[in-house]
């Protein structure tokens, strides 16, 4: 390289340098708005949302409390305030019923949205209130209820603590993560990560193309799961704890060592049936495609850890 093109050089390195400083030094301006409200006289809560996140949380007040937040950021502070105004949401009540939904209203004027929009609405119910949620590309968090719960939701993740009535689940491509389940609980799912821990009372999965790990109670029921190409992780406390019908096609189960004389193969299909004692909660299988597995509790799992 002759002299000329080395000085071209030195002089382009501080201007390149000098240019990622200052978008790095860009500063995001955030609005935010918060609306909330109180809401009365209703036995049954609805919520249609879009592109929202959603916490629902139970409490022993008789009525709603509803809190609303809208926040718009962008770097040019005048955009991210007119934009959050394209953020608004309805509440309609009408027979002991509460509709809560979600809008984006873009003008026509406006070619793209600019700012990164966002929306999170929390919701404090009586505990055996009966909710039922439709959400798309949204996370929604539940907990401390008891009532009849239905979610369909889809491209979010759901995340449970402590539910404890009838719980009635569908999910295609959103994850589940839940803590505390018992009561009765129907989950569908589609191409789903899924995490059951302290699973009590009755249940019933059916479970296409995911992963399924569960960490069952001794206060468990029946279990009854109807996969298709679904990896299936069940740890409970202690293997006696329960009695097993596995069926799985084109696909192994594993089990214990002590147990493991009671896997056997017919054909195509690796069958295990283990009953230690004809009084212990069944836990039913059918499977094919994926592994079964069946693995001992942690010691510290067992003494109160995770």
């Excluded at 500063?27 to 629902?56: G, Y």
């Excluded at 449970?160 to 295609?172: A, H, R, Y």
């Excluded at 084109?250 to 230690?276: L, M």
Aim: net charge positive; with cysteine; proline share 4%.
């Amino acid at each position: 390289m002759n002299t000329f093109g080395k000085n071209l050089l030195w002089l382009l390195i501080p201007l390149w340098a000098l240019n990622g400083l200052a978008v790095a030094q860009t500063k995001v301006q955030v609005v935010s708005k918060t609306i909330e409200r109180e809401i009365t006289d209703v036995n049954r809560l609805v919520i249609n949302i879009n592109k929202a996140d959603l916490v629902v949380k139970g409490w022993s007040k008789p009525g709603l409390g509803l809190t609303v937040r809208f926040v718009a950021k962008h770097p040019d502070r005048a955009i991210a305030e007119r934009e959050i105004d394209y953020l608004s949401y309805d509440l309609r009540t009408k027979n002991g019923t509460a509709e809560i939904t979600n809008r984006y209203t873009i003008p026509q004027s406006a070619s793209k949205v600019q700012s990164v929009l966002k929306v999170t609405l929390e919701l404090l119910v009586p505990q055996r209130m009966a909710v039922a949620i439709t959400s798309s590309f949204g996370d929604i968090r539940l907990s401390d209820l008891a009532g009849e719960i239905g979610v369909k939701y889809e491209f979010g993740n759901l995340i449970i603590n402590s539910l404890f009535g009838k719980t009635n689940i569908e999910s295609d491509y959103g994850d589940l993560e839940a803590t505390n389940v018992s009561g009765r609980l129907m989950l569908k799912t589609e191409k789903s990560n899924v995490l059951l821990r302290g699973l009590g009372g009755t249940v019933n999965l059916l479970c296409h193309y995911g992963k399924l790990t569960i960490r069952p109670n001794t206060d468990l029921l029946s279990l009854l799961i109807d996969a298709t190409r679904t990896e299936i992780v069940l740890v409970p406390r202690r293997l006696d704890d329960f009695s097993y019908d596995l069926r799985n096609a084109y696909a192994d189960i594993r089990v214990p060592d002590t147990a493991r004389e009671s896997v056997h193969k017919v054909v195509s299909k690796y069958i295990f049936d283990y009953d230690p004692n004809p009084n212990k909660p069944l836990i039913r299988i059918d499977n094919s495609y994926s592994l079964i597995t069946i693995q001992s509790l942690p010691f510290g799992d067992i003494m109160g850890g995770k």
